[in-house]
T-cell receptor, first 113, second 113 residues
Framework: GDSVTQMEGPVTLSEEAFLTINCTYT??????LFWYVQYPGEGLQLLLK?????DKGSNKGFEATYRKETTSFHLEKGSVQVSDSAVYFC????????????FGAGTRLFVKA | DAGVTQSPTHLIKTRGQQVTLRCSPK?????VSWYQQALGQGPQFIFQ???????QRGNFPDRFSGHQFPNYSSELNVNALLLGDSALYLC????????????FGPGTRLLVL
């Protein structure tokens, strides 16, 4: 079945460090891929998305490229800030007629000043 | 412009009881999806409603049912509650089922004792 696997956390980095959170997926058809973020005390919100192979999604300095050959959608940021501390979820969206979004288990990121 | 709203914010029930959770979509949105998020896990897709019909369903038993009203608001009903139903229930809305971007509500936290 359709699934998303992302690296376990927590991930702890110092400010200005480089971030990578790995995400791989299994899906039939051609899913759209997403990264969502959940900041402390806030609701889930879309960070970035990519709808087809080789698309790059980007937002707030974060980037992820849809790699069909490796079924991956790794999240990267060149220089993290304390304010990036949150839980990050990789997700895919599949379906016809109606659509369902499948989430990974989440990766908690702590950024130290 | 109000975002996605959910009620109640918190709820405590006992095993075997029934519960109804409510969701009002963001203005202009006509599609509602429901998710269950257990503590420390990613959201799991329950079902999606569009034009008052269930369009897609995840791997949840028939104890989980829903409804969408003509004003696009939605209810999630859970019968015969189990301890394992304790979770944060999230509602997300979008415009049409195919739209990539979903907006999530703050959730209803359900505790089953």
């Amino acid at each position: 079945g359709d699934s998303v696997t992302q690296m376990e956390g927590p991930v702890t980095l110092s400010e200005e460090a480089f971030l990578t959170i790995n995400c791989t997926y299994t899906a039939t058809g051609y899913p759209s891929l997403f990264w969502y973020v959940q900041y402390p005390g806030e609701g889930l919100q879309l960070l970035l998305k990519a709808t087809k192979a080789d698309d790059k999604g980007s937002n707030k300095g974060f980037e992820a490229t849809y790699r069909k050959e490796t079924t991956s959608f790794h999240l990267e940021k060149g220089s993290v800030q304390v304010s990036d501390s949150a839980v990050y979820f990789c997700a895919l969206r599949v379906g016809t007629g109606g659509f369902k979004t499948i989430f990974g288990a989440g990766t908690r990121l702590f950024v130290k000043a | 412009d109000a975002g996605v709203t959910q009620s109640p914010t918190h709820l405590i029930k006992t095993r075997g009881q029934q519960v109804t959770l409510r969701c009002s979509p963001k203005s202009g949105h006509d599609t509602v999806s429901w998710y269950q998020q257990a503590l420390g896990q990613g959201p799991q897709f329950i079902f999606q409603y569009y034009e008052e019909e269930e369009r897609q369903r995840g791997n949840f038993p028939d104890r989980f049912s829903g409804h969408q009203f003509p004003n696009y608001s939605s209810e999630l009903n859970v019968n015969a509650l189990l301890l394992g139903d304790s979770a944060l229930y999230l509602c997300a809305s979008s415009f049409r089922t195919r739209t990539e971007t979903q907006y999530f509500g703050p959730g209803t936290r359900l505790l089953v004792l």
